[in-house]
């Protein structure tokens, strides 16, 4: 069985993969078809992440896998819809499963890339916006002012 977003642990990733170690929050493998990407869940996460999840940090968050011998869209196994493109310089087209968290970049028929993440359902039972310390303005002393004249003294 594969890795499985917000289920998945460092155990798992190390066993699939042959690897010796995980590094928090993201560890990186190339390897010989293809190189994956791994996000962890973590305690405090970036500012960019958007969507937290209530599991115990150290889950498989998402995973990134990109291949080194692309494949027609055809061919691969999950049922995916258009989402949006061509974009950027080469013309990405990008393609998605939300029910099954499944997101592929295709480049001339062929995909690129594959990113597995949470469940549509899994973010609805799990998901929550994540929350992060506000910024708090400097506190400013109060300053004693001094009577001053804008003057000049000069004459």
């Known amino acids: 069985m594969g890795l499985i977003p917000l289920e998945s642990t460092c155990d798992d990733v190390r066993r699939i993969f042959h690897v010796d170690t995980c590094t928090y929050p993201q560890s990186v493998y190339l390897l010989k078809q293809y190189s994956v990407i791994v996000n962890f869940t973590v305690e405090k996460p970036d500012t960019s992440v958007k969507l937290c999840f209530r599991v115990p940090r150290g889950r498989v968050r998402s995973i990134i896998v990109s291949f080194n011998k692309r494949f027609s869209l055809e061919q691969f196994e999950y049922k995916l819809k258009y989402v949006r493109g061509p974009y950027g310089d080469i013309g990405t087209i990008e393609y998605e499963n939300k029910e099954l968290g499944i997101r592929a ?51």
Request: with cysteine.
């Open 105 to 155: 970049n295709v480049l001339n028929g062929e995909i690129s890339s594959v990113v597995f993440e949470p469940t549509a359902s899994q973010s609805k039972e799990l998901g929550y916006q994540c929350e992060y310390p506000s910024k708090s303005k400097k506190q400013i002393s109060p300053v004693k002012h001094r009577n001053v004249s804008r003057k000049s003294s000069r004459k």
